[in-house]
């Protein structure tokens, strides 16, 4: 059974940093694409970034240059180091996995969120 558990969300002040984790079981984060999404309160669901088989990363515009996606394999986690934090990053952040190692598809697995808020 895949488990997805996502750790170190809170409250941050705007221009602040925060490292999300997700430790993985079930599954080998090494091998296959991951990726972190957010949902702010009151809109939809929106990618932020991932991590395919290759370590190639990708960023959503909104996080590019502040947020950086990586995988610590030995602990079989993804990481989400938050940097440059903004009032319109706060939300529910949640880690994802594919059985596809490209990034190809769609997304299999889910953890149960983890809020972050960013006040001024």
């Known amino acids: 059974q895949v488990q997805l558990v996502e750790s170190g969300g809170g409250s941050v002040q705007a221009g602040g940093s925060l490292r999300l984790s997700c430790a993985a079981s079930g599954y080998r984060a090494s091998s296959n694409c991951m990726g972190w999404f957010r949902q702010p309160p009151g809109k939809e669901r929106e990618w932020v970034a991932s991590i395919d088989y290759g370590g190639i990363t990708r960023y959503a515009d909104s996080v590019k240059g502040r947020f950086t996606i990586s995988r610590d394999n030995a602990k079989n986690t993804l990481n989400l180091q938050m940097n440059s934090l903004k009032l319109e990053d706060t939300g529910m952040y949640y880690c994802?996995?594919?059985?596809?190692?490209?990034?190809?598809?769609?997304?299999?697995?889910w953890g149960q969120g983890i809020q972050v808020t960013v006040f001024s």
């Open positions: 994802a996995g594919q059985w596809s190692r490209w990034c190809s598809g769609g997304y299999d697995h």
